[in-house]
């Protein structure tokens, strides 16, 4: 089993890179944004709620996270991927120490993390730029991705020294082409993998 969180800010291609590592390495890929928008389109009240934190910006609280995280996984059988790509996913301590508890019951722990850099004004771009397509309500308003852009900053990026306690944490360049960032990714991931199996065989 593969195991990988792709961490970096909103903006930084963690989605983007997400679906082609999926494919590459048929990974099962967990995005608790899109669970959440799909949640939201379904018209739900629970979506109602969902929204009401997404559209100002705020983390959407772990509680809440968790209980919609447990109905997907229930309806999603783990099994039968090669392994699971999280992407976005955990963005609190809290969220990273339940992750860590449920894979540690697996016995798959997460391998890497994977940490796109990308400068903030260039994020902020990117993303200004999607939300012209994308239709998401958090994407078009500068003020709202600032908000996002210093949450992360705030509870998400303490993560980074979480992970580098587990040795687990890597730093890459996100500011390449897609095809330069998926490159640099499957590298790393590449190397995690012949390093577990040298030692598998030691
Ligand atoms: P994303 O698609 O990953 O950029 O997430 C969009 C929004 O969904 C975020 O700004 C948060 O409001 C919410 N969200 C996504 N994942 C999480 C998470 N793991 N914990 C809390 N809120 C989340």
Redesign the pocket.
């Known amino acids: 089993m593969l195991n990988i969180i792709l961490f970096g800010p ?1 903006g930084s291609g ?2 983007t890179q997400a679906l082609k590592l999926k494919l590459k390495y048929a990974l099962i890929h967990i ?4 669970i ?2 799909s949640e939201i389109n379904s018209q739900s009240s629970l979506g109602e709620e ?1 929204k009401s ?2 559209d100002h ?6 509680e809440l ?1 968790f209980r919609v995280l447990k109905s997907y996984l229930g309806e999603n059988d783990l099994e039968k991927s090669q392994g699971i790509i999280f ?6 301590i809290p ?1 990273a120490e339940a992750l860590d508890t449920f894979l540690a019951e697996r016995k798959e722990p997460i391998q890497v993390v994977l940490s796109l850099l990308v400068n903030e004004d260039e994020v902020v771009k990117r993303i200004v730029l999607r939300g012209k397509s994308s239709g998401r309500s ?1 994407d078009n308003d500068e003020t709202i991705v600032r908000k ?1 852009m210093q ?1 992360y900053r705030d509870q998400t990026f303490p993560l980074a020294a979480y992970y580098t306690a587990q040795n687990k944490y890597v730093e890459l360049n996100g500011e390449g082409s897609i095809e330069e960032v998926f490159t640099s990714l499957c590298n790393h991931i590449n190397r995690t993998v012949a390093l577990s199996e040298g030692a598998d065989v030691i």
């Open positions: 909103p963690k989605g995005s608790t944004g899109d959440f928008r969902l934190y997404m910006g705020q983390l959407v609280p772990d996270t992407d976005g996913f955990p963005r609190t969220q958090d996002r949450v």
